[in-house]
């Protein structure tokens, strides 16, 4: 799919870095207050720095996982609207 991930990079503050398969790139945040329940592990930054790409989604170890499609939305969003993906 057109938004499956191609590159991802952690950033401080709990913000990623996401290119995607058709070149649109861009930051996307995480809101602390959203990192709960499966999602809880992401709010230990070692932990959060280990996130990786598996099958076009981003990932991270013990099958945590964000879907790519919310966080195509908000990159593809407009610039000056602040949007959050949890």
Do not use: C, S
């Amino acid at each position: 799919m057109h938004w499956d991930v191609i590159e991802v990079k952690a950033e401080p503050h709990y913000r990623l870095f996401v290119r995607f398969q058709d070149g649109l790139a861009g930051p996307v945040q995480l809101r602390p207050e959203d990192l709960t329940g499966a999602l809880a592990p992401l709010r230990n930054e070692k932990f959060f720095a280990q996130v990786f790409i598996d099958y076009g989604a981003v990932a991270w170890p013990g099958e945590i996982d964000l879907a790519p499609d919310a966080m195509y939305t908000q990159v593809a969003g407009p610039r000056d609207e602040v949007q959050h993906v949890g």
